[in-house]
């Protein structure tokens, strides 16, 4: 029998002590036995740790169920209930991102893959709130929504703290491990952006993925993309900073690349054959940089300014080509 299973064995026989206890309503045994429980339970490490703490999870909330049950007596209050607990399923998507990002940390996975993974994860808390007007809390506006990401990172902290000895033999060692998870959690903001800009822009293509946004689709103006409309609404981009990075290299690139060259010209006609043919290649912009803009409401006036510019200059002269 391995460690583990040791381990294993132990918590279920606390957890069959917990079903006597909850039997014999002695709340208070039980609810301390509970809390070892759980510490017993988040401390499990390895291969298949993060379903099977799941699994034990469920059967400790089962046996501890006493303990949520209406008392007759009134007693002393017990920790404040998070915000979020009330919402389906949020506290599990909690828990279980907490253990996600703790593993990580166990098995110093790269922090890149990690900060994908937890933005997919958490992004699906953002999909289970209400942000008040009947669709989910894509800006993060409830406190619900913040307390649930606080809380998955501050487990986390304990965890990984009672297991280095924070604060007791080395401090070095816990001031690192604090900077590599605020390094983690800038990377997982970072990574949701652009599970965001795809979830959002796979409702054009989505009836299911629609239905969850209906009552602000429900005012959305004829031809204009539902994905569009809903990046209106929540004052985002359709594209992640990842994505509008990778834009930007690119634009950099292509006009690196594409730099006019001083051209001698000594004749009218030449030197309107080469005004023409190089606007096509002059225009580096991309329908990317044009999301850029628009997500910026003052440079996008700017922008539109110079393009009207532009144009006025072209009108002229075709005003003056056509004149007889």
Known sequence: MTNRDEQVTEIRNAIE????????????????????????????????SVALKKELREEAHKASKALREPKAEVHTPGPVEPTYARLDGVAELV???????????????K???????????TFN?????????????IGMVRQETRDAMSDMFKSVAEVIGA????????????????RDLKALQRSV???????RGAFLSGVDSDPDR????SRVL??????????????SYYSVSLLGEREMEAARRKARRLGAATQPRAVETKTPAERIDLTIKALPKAILATPADMELVKADPERREQVAALIDAQLDRLRALRIQLDAE
């Open 163 to 178: 297991e280095r000895g924070a604060g007791e033999d080395d401090d070095a060692a816990w001031v690192a491990f604090e």
């Open 125 to 137: 808390i953002v999909l289970k709130v209400d942000n008040g007007d009947g669709v989910p809390d």
């Open 17 to 48: 002590r917990m079903q006597s206890l909850a039997e014999a309503e002695n709340l208070e045994a039980l609810e301390k036995l509970a809390e070892e429980t759980e510490k017993e339970i988040s401390a499990l490490k390895g291969v298949g």
């Open 189 to 195: 903001q970072y990574h949701r952006t652009s599970v």
């Open 210 to 213: 629609a239905a969850l946004f």
């Open 218 to 231: 429900a005012d959305k103006p004829d031809g204009v993309p539902a994905s569009e409309h809903l990046a």
């Open 111 to 121: 922090a890149s893959e990690l900060a994908a993974e937890l933005a997919e994860h």
């Open 95 to 109: 828990t279980l991102g907490a253990d996600l990002a703790t593993e990580g940390f166990r098995a110093h996975r």
